[in-house]
């Protein structure tokens, strides 16, 4: 086993585990509100808030990407167990889709006519005037890579445990601060 984390890498891991859990917990419940009406107006911030969540996350992964390439670069090329490869693919695969889960919500929110600010500073372009059926496209993408997503978490909370029971020290380096 190798030795510890960066911490950087461990703080990054668990805040954007953190955020993901959010995600997923404020879009089921931003989509039980009502509609935007004149009585009900406070629809906007839940969804704005969810906006500027998801394109930190994106950056984040981006930032973690970019991690695992360098530290995989600096590395010597040792033969790698079949547990390690698998590793390497769940966090390809993890990555991949918080890409594919941000992207998609915020092309879905552009083509939606609401805009997207990111932390109610930068405003984000929006890609043409309000287009129905291309905002239900990647409104649809959205969904679906969503819940590919919360699969593959479910298979990486499993590995955790799997290694805890083991007792192989992999999961001590993931909370070693």
């Known amino acids: 086993m190798e030795g510890p984390l960066p911490k950087s890498k ?27 009406s004149e009585n009900f107006t406070y629809r906007e911030l839940p969804f704005q808030l969810h906006k500027n969540i998801g394109i930190t996350v994106l950056i984040v992964v981006i930032v973690m990407i970019t991690m695992r390439i360098k530290s995989k ?39 939606s006519g609401w805009e997207t600010t990111w932390w109610w500073l930068v405003n984000f372009p929006t890609w043409s005037e309000e287009d129905e059926v291309l905002n239900i496209l990647f409104s649809d993408i959205h969904m679906w890579t969503c819940w590919a997503l919360l699969a593959v978490i479910a298979l990486h909370i499993g590995a955790a445990l799997y290694h805890t029971f083991r007792n192989d020290e992999a999961i001590i380096k993931m909370f070693r601060l």
Not at 10 to 36: E, N, Y
Not at 77 to 106: N, P, V, W
């Open 73 to 111: 670069m600096n590395k010597p090329q040792l033969a790698r167990t079949r547990l390690e490869k698998l590793a390497d693919l769940d966090h390809m695969l993890t990555y991949f889709l918080i890409t594919a889960c941000c992207l998609s919500g915020y092309l879905s929110s552009s083509f």
């Open 10 to 36: 461990v703080v990054l891991h668990w805040l954007t585990a953190a955020a993901v859990f959010f995600l997923f917990v404020s879009s089921w419940w931003m989509l039980a509100l009502p509609l935007p």
